[in-house]
Nanobody, 123 residues
Framework: QVQLVESGGGMVQAGDSLRLSCAAS????????MAWFRQAPGQEREFVAS????????TYADAVKGRFTISRDNNKNTMYLQMNILKPEDTALYFC????????????????WGQGTQVAVSS
């Protein structure tokens, strides 16, 4: 079993930055592929970024490429999402997720989920 807890969300203005964190406990963190998803009101959960167990392979949604950076520290059992040049359309509840095996973009393929942290970006 894996427990995931997100933090770092908040209310910011367009152009600002935020760093989200996802702290993991339980199963060995370094064996897990990790990802960030987000869900805006009335919309489906969408892929944001993923990172392989060793941090070598990262993947981004086109909407965030060049603005967001995913990273992980296996010594601290923590994953991060650095979000720069935030836009109002980035407003959503952000979730971290974990799975064994390779990273994928499909939410249904992730077994473990956090409760989410809210990000609100005003124009």
């Amino acid at each position: 079993q894996v427990q995931l807890v997100e933090s770092g969300g908040g209310m910011v203005q367009a152009g600002d930055s935020l760093r989200l964190s996802c702290a993991a406990s339980g199963r060995t963190f370094s064996s897990l592929a990790m990802a960030w998803f987000r869900q805006a009101p009335g919309q489906e959960r969408e892929f944001v970024a993923s990172i392989s167990w060793n941090g070598i392979t990262t993947t981004y949604a086109d909407a965030v490429k060049g603005r967001f950076t995913i990273s992980r520290d296996n010594n601290k059992n923590t994953m991060y999402l650095q979000m720069n040049i935030l836009k109002p359309e980035d407003t959503a509840l952000y979730f971290c997720a974990a799975r064994t095996g390779p990273t994928v973009r499909v939410a249904g393929s992730y077994r473990y989920w956090g409760q989410g942290t809210q990000v609100a970006v005003s124009s």
